[in-house]
């Protein structure tokens, strides 16, 4: 198959919807070689939020270290290729396709998902290209997610919170219980969850596997030093270990986790400090993106890949400080239907902004005009608007806009990555001015 028979050919497998388990997976890595045994050091993320970002600075650190880093994310925002990645570099299209080829028979027969077919896609890459370290995401869950065949040295999850409840449960304990399933005899775990409720369900899974579990907070002590859109600075102590002034390209003190976090999993792995530093810094080298991403300064246009509402909070008390400096605030949102659009909407007000509300490319969905009949009822009536296209409402935000003014664009990956593919086509860049949209 050609690249493009390939995308043919992998996408209509998203009709299949999520089916959770493991033995699809399994079969159709047996068609590659079983490459999930030969990835080099495994470390499996899992998570509500935050994962993402974790994942990029471990692969960020490792190829600081030298070693040959693979990292496993999802969902790509403009092109498959950015799903799966070695030492930043995207799958080459060719590659995508041989695997493709390969497997398309057996994905066929056993009725698999998209995300099966691309993680075994993903993996038999890895492991044929003899990485050192293989970084992996989760896409849902952890217990019966694709990714969970991995015999993972380096269990780690991040926050816990309500999100995917029609799979994973409907409480904090059952879904930090998901979770917690990548966490493996042999592995070491590293979390970032807090709350008894999440603590309890990670603490009981690292006993059944006899596995050492480390948590921030208890032992590692962050301090936020400086917090700047595109810029955080923190100090940390880890055990005996202090480091000052680490600097990331990330916008939001709540990102302190996460960095945390990932700094834990890097010094248990032998990684030095000039590694850690130089990673920090080089994060977005890994294809890291829309994260509070400032992708044009007149006006400030932010791009944010929150997709629930417990991380559009962390998003809104974020900007809060900043807000100030801003004569108008305005978001471009488009939801998913397994999200909870009030309460989404309900954060998002707490920045007194105006809304334009557009459908996202997928079949999930929100219809624009439901989501402003919510922004209305929750007290944004009289600034809500409907457009027709992720364009069309940008345009429309950006002629209403002063160079003072700032722009989110959130509320989802598919939002995150068609405005990409817009600016892709618009964006021009002017010297001394930064990019345009």
Request: proline share 4%; net charge negative.
């Given at each position: 198959m050609t690249y493009q028979e390939t995308l043919d050919f992998l996408y209509p497998l998203h009709r299949?919807?999520?089916?959770?388990?493991?033995?699809?997976?399994?079969?159709?890595?047996?068609?590659?070689?079983?490459?999930?045994h030969r990835l080099g050091t495994a470390v499996h993320v899992a998570g509500t939020n935050g994962k993402g970002t974790v994942a990029s600075l471990l692969a960020s650190m490792f190829r600081a270290a030298g070693l040959k880093t693979a990292l496993y994310t999802s969902p790509h925002l403009v092109d498959f290729t950015e799903r799966m990645r070695i030492d930043g570099l995207p799958i080459p299209q060719e590659r995508v396709a041989y695997y493709a080829s390969l497997l398309k028979e057996a994905v066929s027969?056993?009725?698999?998902?998209?995300?099966?077919?691309?993680?075994?896609?993903?993996?038999?890459?890895?492991?044929?290209?003899?990485?050192?370290?293989?970084?992996?995401?989760?896409?849902?869950?952890?217990?019966?997610?694709?990714?969970?065949?991995?015999?993972?040295?380096?269990a780690v999850i991040t926050g816990i919170g309500l999100d995917h409840t029609d799979w994973l449960g409907t409480t904090i304990g059952a879904?930090?219980?998901?979770?917690?399933?990548?966490?493996?005899?042999?592995?070491?775990?590293?979390?970032?969850?807090?709350g008894e409720?999440?603590?309890?369900?990670?603490?009981?899974?690292?006993?059944?596997?006899?596995?050492?579990?480390?948590?921030?907070?208890?032992?590692c002590g962050v301090k936020v030093v400086e917090s700047a859109i595109g810029r955080l600075v923190v100090d940390l102590q880890i055990g005996s270990k202090s480091f000052s002034r680490l600097e990331a390209p990330l916008t939001g003190a709540f990102h302190s986790s996460s960095l945390a976090l990932a700094v834990m999993v890097a010094v248990d792995a032998g990684i030095s400090e000039a590694a850690v530093r130089s990673g920090l810094l080089g994060l977005h080298a890994t294809g890291y993106r829309g994260r509070l991403e400032l992708i044009a300064s007149t006006p400030s246009v932010l791009l944010d890949v929150s997709?629930?509402?417990?991380?559009?909070?962390?998003?809104?008390?974020?900007?809060?400080?900043?807000?100030?400096?801003?004569?108008?605030?305005?978001?471009?949102l488009g939801l998913a239907s397994d999200k909870n659009a009030r309460a989404i909407i309900r954060e998002l007000l707490r920045l007194e902004c105006r809304f334009v509300v557009v459908d996202i490319p997928s079949e999930r969905s929100v219809p624009a005009e439901e989501l402003q009949e919510i922004c209305c009822q929750e007290g944004g009536e009289g600034a809500v608007a409907v457009a027709h296209s992720v364009g069309e409402g940008m345009r429309r935000l950006l002629r209403e806009s002063s160079p003072l003014s700032l722009v989110l664009v959130t509320g989802s990956f598919y939002l995150a990555g068609a405005l990409l593919d817009y600016v892709k086509t618009t964006v021009r860049a002017e010297d001394g001015e930064g990019d345009q949209l």
């Open positions: 299949f919807g999520i089916k959770p388990g493991l033995e699809r997976v399994r079969e159709l890595l047996q068609m590659v070689g079983s490459p999930e027969e056993k009725n698999a998902t998209f995300f099966e077919a691309t993680t075994a896609i993903a993996f038999a890459w890895f492991a044929d290209e003899g990485v050192d370290v293989s970084v992996i995401e989760t896409g849902m869950g952890g217990r019966l997610d694709a990714t969970n065949v991995v015999r993972s040295s380096y879904i930090a219980g998901e979770k917690a399933a990548i966490i493996k005899p042999g592995s070491r775990v590293f979390s970032s969850a807090s409720e999440s603590l309890a369900q990670i603490r009981r899974a690292a006993e059944e596997c006899d596995a050492p579990l480390h948590l921030v907070g208890k032992e997709h629930n509402a417990y991380g559009v909070k962390a998003t809104v008390d974020a900007l809060l400080p900043f807000i100030a400096r801003y004569d108008r605030v305005s978001v471009l």
